[in-house]
């Protein structure tokens, strides 16, 4: 038995959701897989496939190997990556994880200049805005927006991550322009639906102060506050990398700009993120390179005297 095609074969069946998507997905027959799949128990002496004519499910030791299956399968393409990598310029693969509207504002235009700098990276973009496992996704690199936790994975901050209290000229004009924190609570606040934690904006500057807003239009979407923020419906705290354009175009107004603000905790930056094990790789640095001279510092979206 080759094992390690074996385990291609399992860690297929699994991520395909059967064994005819695993065939076609490895290019191979269905009874292929399924003899690789069955040869894999025999050799282990277990079962780690519950199978019927609609599904196939992971047993419990199935499970618990099935995540040491996609450990090992990612170690030996890294180490083949390295190597590949070690003469010649970048190449290869690059998979990544993005932010829906962060990669639609900021790295899809960028796109195409990276690729005339790298002709030989292939790149498969996943847009979520879920927080995605790398390795159980088999990434090499995410591109996050906040905080991040360490302990796993190198975090390397790209650019800051501020938010923004604004509001368009319009609104301001009719309903005034808060002078502190504690006005807000007499304006009309769009906020995110998330959770109840982004009602309440915690603002540092002279003193901390916290205010609990509310308003007549919640969201889970932070384009569509936006969208109502510059029709003059209200006040929104976005990001300054998704409204500093506006507020360069004077669609929106920076309020409260001695304060810093946020939701809560700490706000992060925006931060490329890899496993220990893809540090040395040329296409990784490449990219997160790339996107650190093309932000700039501090990143164009901030350069308004506004902001």
């Known amino acids: 038995m080759d094992t390690f095609a074996a385990l291609k074969a399992f860690v297929a069946v699994i991520e395909s959701g059967g064994f005819a998507p695993a065939g076609r997905q490895m290019g191979v027959a269905t009874s292929s897989v399924t003899r690789q799949v069955d040869a894999l128990e025999r050799s282990l002496g277990t079962q780690l496939l519950n199978r019927s004519t609609r599904s196939v499910t992971l047993t419990g030791m199935g499970e618990s190997y099935f995540e040491h299956a996609v450990r090992i399968l990612g170690d030996l393409e890294n180490a083949n990556l390295e190597v590949s990598e070690a003469a010649g310029p970048p190449r290869g693969l690059l998979r990544v994880s993005l932010s829906v509207t962060f990669a639609r504002l900021h790295i ?7 690729a005339r700098l790298y002709p030989e990276i292939r790149l498969d973009l996943t847009l979520s805005d879920d927080v995605v496992d790398l390795v159980g996704e088999r990434l090499d690199l995410a591109i996050r927006l906040g905080s991040v936790e360490t302990s796993s994975v190198v975090a390397r901050k790209i650019a800051p991550h501020r938010r923004l209290v604004c509001a368009s000229p319009e609104y301001c004009d009719q309903w005034g322009t808060p002078r502190s924190p504690a006005d807000l609570a007499s304006h009309n606040c769009l906020t995110f639906s998330y959770t109840r934690g982004h009602s309440l904006w915690r603002f540092s500057g002279r003193s901390q102060e916290s205010v609990r807003v509310s308003g007549s239009l919640r969201t889970n979407n932070s384009e569509v506050l936006r969208e109502a923020a ?46 220990p094990n893809r540090r040395v790789s040329k296409t990784v640095r490449a990219f997160v390179d790339f996107l650190v001279e093309r932000f700039g510092s501090p990143p164009y979206w901030d350069a308004s005297s506004d902001i």
Request: hydrophobic residues 55%; without cysteine; proline residues 8%.
């Open 230 to 275: 510059i029709g003059g419906m209200g006040l929104v705290l976005l990001p300054s990398w998704l409204v500093g354009a506006d507020i360069e175009a004077e669609r929106l107004r920076v309020v409260l700009p001695e304060w810093e603000v946020g939701l809560g905790g700490d706000g992060g930056a925006i931060y490329a993120v890899y496993q």
């Open 108 to 114: 899809a235009p960028a796109i195409p200049a990276f």
